[in-house]
């Protein structure tokens, strides 16, 4: 992911909301992958504006990685059902492959058959930039989704979750916690995703550089790999290195299936953890306060429903008609919000 800063941040158009984030038997996925919630996506119907009535037929291919992981599944399963809520869109699948180099070439050969638009989140946003590059000048616009490509002229639009910000919101969360139980040189603890992505990298920073600004920092860190059985496996890791933690932060609720199984299994209670994306297992395991889980930050799979309207709109010429200008933005952001259990009510349609 391109990096944030809070000048590059306020540049960008942003867009508020994240709808617009016991035991050691392992869930293998948290989503409901059969639909998404009416929350993650918006019908056509309910459209505001002209821009919902059926325009130019347009062709909107769709690449990701196969849905291993809940959000992943939570993603593809979003981008389908927001493609048929509309008429005049020809959803095109195209399978990403196992790794970046399969999908690179899945892409390449979709360039030949000429789709209005390719919606793409890449394995590696920087492994599939010269993809996103083939497709733009063969002068097919590519929506850039989730995972940055580094070069601008790769993208028409890129739609993502702040994660510079996630880690911001976790850091605030935690901190707020800390000095109203008056806690003193806390240990805090971070369990990552895949750290060769530069979202992961991004949260990291985020998280690091807020609790720096309180004069805190992570006391100890490990790169989980998005999966239960990674989160397990590192928080098993973690909490042998740490014999006392004072708060945690997981950056993946699918992930966090495992690391609350870690923590079961060795009996600890004395921390609190906060969790990201906003899974609905973790919404209710927020609500129902018997784990020490006690919030998670937004990173919302809707935003694929997003990007396959704004693609529509890019393919038939539209702007987004509550905007003054008359094209689609070249980048959108989405906000990172904290659920607690004070407001899980209010997410829990939400959750993937």
């Given at each position: 992911?391109?990096?944030?800063?809070?000048?590059v941040?306020?540049?960008?158009?942003?867009f508020?909301g994240?709808a617009?984030?016991?035991?050691?038997?392992?869930?293998?996925?948290?989503?409901?992958?059969?639909?998404p919630?009416?929350?993650?996506?918006?019908?056509a119907d309910?459209?505001?504006?002209?821009?919902?009535?059926?325009?130019?037929?347009?062709?909107?291919?769709?690449s990701a990685?196969?849905a291993?992981?809940g959000?992943?599944?939570?993603?593809?399963?979003n981008?389908?059902a927001?493609?048929?809520?509309?008429?005049?869109v020809e959803?095109?699948?195209?399978?990403a492959g196992?790794?970046?180099?399969?999908q690179?070439?899945?892409?390449?050969?979709?360039i030949?058959q000429?789709?209005?638009?390719?919606?793409?989140l890449?394995?590696?946003?920087?492994?599939l930039?010269?993809a996103?590059?083939?497709?733009?000048?063969?002068?097919?616009?590519?929506?850039?989704?989730?995972?940055?490509?580094?070069d601008?002229?790769?993208?028409?639009?890129?739609v993502k979750?702040?994660?510079?910000?996630?880690?911001?919101a976790?850091a605030?969360?935690?901190?707020?916690?800390?000095?109203?139980?008056?806690?003193?040189?806390?240990?805090?603890?971070?369990?990552?995703?895949?750290?060769?992505?530069?979202?992961?990298?991004e949260?990291?920073?985020g998280f690091?550089?807020?609790l720096?600004?309180?004069?805190?920092?992570?006391?100890?860190?490990?790169?989980a790999?998005?999966?239960?059985?990674?989160?397990?496996?590192?928080a098993?890791?973690?909490?042998r290195?740490?014999?006392k933690?004072?708060?945690?932060?997981n950056?993946?609720?699918d992930?966090?299936?495992?690391?609350?199984?870690?923590?079961?299994?060795?009996?600890?209670?004395?921390?609190?953890?906060?969790g990201?994306?906003?899974?609905?297992?973790?919404?209710?395991?927020i609500?129902?306060?018997n784990?020490v889980?006690?919030?998670?930050?937004?990173y919302?799979?809707?935003?694929a429903?997003?990007a396959?309207?704004?693609?529509?709109?890019?393919a038939?010429g539209?702007?987004?008609s509550?905007?003054?200008?008359l094209?689609?933005?070249?980048?959108?952001?989405l906000?990172?919000?904290?659920?607690?259990?004070e407001?899980a009510?209010?997410?829990?349609?939400?959750?993937?």
């Open positions: 992911m391109t990096q944030h800063s809070g000048d941040s306020r540049r960008r158009l942003l508020g994240a617009v984030g016991a035991g050691v038997l392992l869930a293998g996925c948290t989503s409901n992958e059969s639909a919630t009416a929350a993650q996506t918006k019908g309910a459209a505001a504006g002209g821009n919902a009535e059926p325009g130019k037929k347009v062709v909107v291919a769709f990685p196969a291993d992981h959000w992943l599944a939570a993603i593809t399963t981008a389908k927001q493609a048929g809520a509309y008429s005049d959803f095109k699948t195209v399978e196992a790794d970046a180099a399969a690179r070439a899945a892409i390449s050969t979709l030949s000429k789709p209005d638009i390719i919606v793409m890449p394995h590696d946003g920087k492994e930039n010269a996103g590059l083939e497709a733009m000048k063969a002068g097919i616009p590519v929506v850039n989704l989730d995972r940055a490509f580094p601008a002229l790769a993208y028409r639009l890129q979750g702040d994660n510079y910000g996630m880690g911001v976790a605030h969360y935690i901190v707020d916690q800390l000095k109203a139980k008056n806690v003193s040189n806390p240990v805090i603890a971070e369990i990552a995703g895949m750290d060769e992505l530069e979202l992961t990298q949260r990291s920073k690091a550089d807020t720096a600004q309180n004069g805190l920092k992570v006391a100890n860190r490990r790169a790999r998005f999966t239960a059985d990674s989160g397990q496996a590192e098993s890791q973690l909490l290195a740490l014999p933690i004072d708060a945690v932060w950056h993946d609720d992930q966090g299936i495992g690391v609350l199984a870690a923590i079961n299994q060795a009996n600890r209670k004395e921390f609190f953890m906060v990201g994306a906003g899974s609905k297992k973790a919404i209710e395991d609500q129902a306060d784990t889980l006690k919030a998670t930050v937004t919302s799979p809707s935003m429903s997003s396959i309207s704004l693609a529509r709109l890019i038939q539209k702007g987004m509550d905007l003054v200008e094209q689609v933005p070249k980048e959108i952001i906000a990172s919000e904290t659920i607690t259990k407001n009510s209010n997410y829990i349609k939400l959750g993937f």
